[in-house]
């Protein structure tokens, strides 16, 4: 069964730098796009980036030139490089996969990891 | 950049009464539109894409309709775990969602 794992969430001061992972299995990893969603506490959620399997990119203007998205189809795994940390990017960060068929819904998302930026 | 506007913010509804939300797009987005439910602590979950397509595994008492800008999402009778928050989905937009309380 699909199954995402975000790691690497936890407190970081503003204006350092954290990693974010998803490892994926349970489906061709490199066939999907796929996307980081975040969710700061008692608000909705907020869409923040997507990398096609092709590689291509795009984000959020919230977090444009701050963060990146890359994937390794090798370890089958997802990353959100986060640089420049500021106290708005507190969230809970869910990866999302898109849906079979394509389209613009996600069909499967990780359970999230809580990244908490604060002096 | 599309806005995706949701109403009522909240719903005050009873187990079994029938659940209507409304989601409206700043411009036409055809038929590109997700319904997602999320409960406490809890990821997403998809319910409908592509407007009225139920995905995997979910029941036939959620339902949606709509094209261009206006969009419903039905649930024709709540159940206890229903009670929940619910967005809607365009793209790399999310509406601000509407919660369902007892």
């Known amino acids: 069964q699909v199954q995402l794992v975000e790691s690497g969430g936890g407190v970081v001061q503003p204006g350092r730098s954290l990693r974010l992972s998803c490892a994926a299995s349970?489906?061709?990893?490199?066939?999907?796009?796929m996307h980081w969603v975040r969710q700061a506490p008692g608000e909705g959620l907020e869409w923040v980036a997507v990398i096609s399997f092709d590689g291509s990119n795009k984000y959020a203007d919230s977090v444009k030139g701050r963060f990146i998205i890359s994937r390794d189809n090798s370890k089958n795994t997802l990353y959100l490089q986060m640089n420049s940390l500021r106290t708005e990017d507190t969230a809970v960060y869910f990866c999302?996969?898109?849906?079979?068929?394509?389209?613009?819904?996600?069909?499967?998302w990780g359970q999230g990891t809580l990244v908490t930026v604060s002096s | 950049e599309i806005v995706l506007t949701q109403s009522p913010a909240t719903l005050s509804l009873s187990p079994g009464e029938r659940a209507i939300f409304s989601c409206r797009s700043s411009q036409s987005v055809g038929s590109y539109l997700a319904w997602y439910q999320q409960r406490p602590g809890q990821a997403p979950r998809l319910l409908i894409y592509d407007a009225s397509s139920r995905a995997t595994g979910i029941p036939a008492r959620f339902s949606g309709s709509g094209s261009g800008t206006d969009f419903t999402l039905t649930i024709s009778s709540l159940e206890p775990e229903d009670f929940a928050i619910y967005y809607c989905q365009q793209f790399f937009t999310f509406g601000p969602g509407t919660r369902v309380d007892v």
């Open positions: 999302a996969k898109v849906s079979a068929g394509g389209g613009i819904s996600f069909d499967y």
């Open positions: 349970g489906f061709s990893f490199s066939y999907y796009g």
